[in-house]
């Protein structure tokens, strides 16, 4: 089964502080994502990632910023936390071969005070 | 992305069928249909996705209707653990360039599986 992992459930952070949010997957999947999920507005995404190195953004990229130094890894980061980046913040990954489902990990819970 | 349509929520009685309809008449020939669900504070999980077949595997059924505007996702036999947001999401999969991957997640509907 693929395995997306996520570095934390849930993280709490003050405003202004420089966040990370980690992501691990074990199928060798190419393409990796990050989402972010608010009540109301569904999913959106932030930004994705097709190769190592390699980034796009996604709907909303504003206030973030991602790093892909290793096939397996995908961090976020946002540089200085604000209370509006309050979110679940889920990853995912898919293969370039077949029909590209995504596999979503457990989703991180951050809170910006 | 084509847009898709759902009803915001249903009820279904365990054991019986789910019925969850999709409208996507907006669709274009290189489109697939996605389905996927959210049980509560969980990532979303895959279920099935078909470009103009019906399709079936373990979880669910997915019918596609001839002009492929909607299609159903047919859960058999609900059970308590079906209870999700289910997602309907129409996308190609092969776009050209870095954006086939991309999935718009609308609102979904809300099953609700009653004992």
């Known amino acids: 089964d693929v395995k997306v992992t996520q570095s934390s459930r849930y993280l709490v952070k003050r405003t202004g502080e420089k966040v990370f949010l980690e992501c691990v997957q074990d199928m060798d999947h190419e393409n990796m994502f990050w989402y972010r999920q608010d009540p109301g507005l569904g999913l959106r995404l932030i930004y994705f990632?097709?190769?190592?190195?390699?980034?796009e953004k996604g709907d909303i990229p504003e206030g973030y910023s991602v790093s892909r130094e290793k096939k397996e890894r995908f961090s976020l980061i946002l540089e200085s936390a604000s209370t509006n980046q309050t979110s679940m913040y889920l990853c995912?990954?898919?293969?370039?071969?077949?029909?590209?489902?995504?596999?979503f990990g457990p989703g991180t819970r951050l809170t910006v005070t | 992305d084509a847009k898709t349509t759902q009803p915001t929520s249903m009820d279904c009685a365990e054991g019986r069928a789910a019925n969850l309809p999709c409208n996507h008449s907006?669709?274009?020939?290189?489109?697939?249909v996605y389905w996927y669900r959210q049980i509560h504070s969980q990532g979303p999980q895959y279920i099935i996705h078909g470009l103009k077949n019906n399709e079936t595997n373990e979880m669910a059924s997915l019918i596609i209707t001839e002009d492929r505007k909607s299609s159903t996702l047919i859960l058999p036999h609900a059970t308590l653990r079906d209870t999700a947001v289910y997602y309907c999401?129409?996308?190609?999969?092969?776009?050209?360039?870095?954006?086939?991957?991309?999935?718009?997640f609308g609102q979904g509907t809300i099953l609700t599986v009653h004992p």
């Open positions: 999401i129409v996308r190609q999969i092969n776009a050209g360039g870095t954006s086939y991957g991309k999935l718009t």
């Open positions: 907006t669709i274009s020939g290189n489109e697939y």
């Open positions: 995912a990954s898919s293969g370039t071969g077949g029909s590209y489902e995504q596999y």
């Open positions: 990632s097709y190769d190592v190195k390699m980034k």
